[in-house]
């Protein structure tokens, strides 16, 4: 009886642990909006284009669209993710989403991100659960 007892606690701290080393872009995000922002421009936003899933094997899948000056953008393709500290890497298609990411807000249902060209555009997405 004591070593089934045992061996449940240490079930339990094991699933503990390797649950709370699941980072929190994992699951199925709307992306509540996307903007882009240029120096000295107007910015460029787009609300409620859809959603984008993280899965715990480092894959996941876009479905977007969304209309930016007049031009419709679909995204629907699958995607590579690796998460470091704050930096969010997407790799894949090219893609407006297809890049290094700066997480700057980081909860468990809401996510915000923000990515620059190296110029003079700064993009920011809010996902949101």
Do not use: H
């Not at 910015?43 to 930016?68: C, E, H, Q, Y």
Request: glycine share 6%; proline share 2%.
């Amino acid at each position: 009886m004591k070593k089934t007892s045992l061996n449940f606690i240490l079930l339990l701290g094991v699933i503990a642990v390797f649950s709370s080393c699941s980072p929190r872009i994992v699951g199925v995000w709307n992306v509540e909006s996307f903007e882009t922002v240029s120096q000295g421009k107007e910015a460029i936003s787009a609300k409620n284009i859809g959603k984008i899933t993280f899965r715990k094997d480092g894959t996941g899948v876009k479905d977007l669209s969304f209309t930016i000056l007049g031009i419709v953008k679909e995204d629907k393709t699958p995607f590579k993710w690796i998460l470091n500290d704050n930096l969010l890497t997407i790799s894949g298609q090219e893609s407006d989403f297809v890049k290094t990411w700066i997480v700057v807000d980081n909860q468990k249902k809401y996510q915000k991100i923000k990515s620059t060209d190296g110029a003079d555009q700064v993009q920011t997405v809010v996902l949101r659960k």
